[in-house]
């Protein structure tokens, strides 16, 4: 078992894209989508995961992730989820000791782009980069769970 701790923030302006170091596509749906307890399955470029996310506490939640072969990945896209999925491309940027991931979304999130910081604890402290802007990791409509539902495209 693993412990999840992730700060979420919205960016100022496009300098990270001149530090990414990777880009992978991503693809996830969900089976279970409740406010404390989500069952994903992701495709992270030819990755295939199922994640089980429970229990948050400020930004930390308990977190199960095991990988699953391809046609059982397609299997749950095709029969359980069809087209209600979350796509992205998240971008990898390294700033002073850390790894920034960098999610930007498409389809009826386009417009969307997010920074998300894993920590290994609540109050380890970091430098933010200067492209990084106001903190949402309070913000439920950010969480990807949630933009399954209310997508991007449609807050006013």
Same mark, same amino acid.
């Given at each position: ?5 992730? +700060?979420? !923030? ?14 992978? @596509? ?10 404390? !307890? #989500? ?11 199922? #994640? ?8 930390? +939640? ?6 699953? @072969? ?11 989820? +069809? ?21 930007? !979304?498409? *389809? ?17 402290? !970091?430098?933010? @980069? *200067?492209?990084? *802007? ?6 439920? +409509? ?8 209310? @997508?991007?495209? #449609?807050?006013?």
């Amino acid at each position: 078992m693993g412990i999840e701790i992730e +700060r979420k !923030f919205l960016l100022k302006n496009d300098n990270w894209r001149n530090q990414v170091t990777k880009s992978i @596509p991503f693809k996830q749906g969900y089976l279970t989508n409740e406010k404390d !307890f #989500t069952t994903r399955i992701r495709r992270e470029g030819d990755k295939n995961k199922l #994640t089980i996310k429970y229990a948050k506490s400020g930004i930390s +939640r308990k977190e199960f992730e095991y990988d699953i @072969p391809f046609e059982d990945a397609e299997c749950f896209f095709n029969d359980l989820i +069809r087209d209600i999925v979350i796509e992205k491309t998240r971008h990898y940027v390294h700033f002073e000791g850390k790894t920034w991931e960098i999610d930007e !979304f498409h *389809g009826v999130n386009q417009g969307l782009v997010v920074a998300e910081l894993e920590l290994e604890s609540e109050t380890e402290k !970091f430098i933010k @980069p *200067g492209w990084v *802007g106001l903190d949402v990791s309070d913000d439920e +409509r950010y969480c990807n769970s949630v933009l399954l539902n209310q @997508p991007y495209n #449609t807050w006013s």
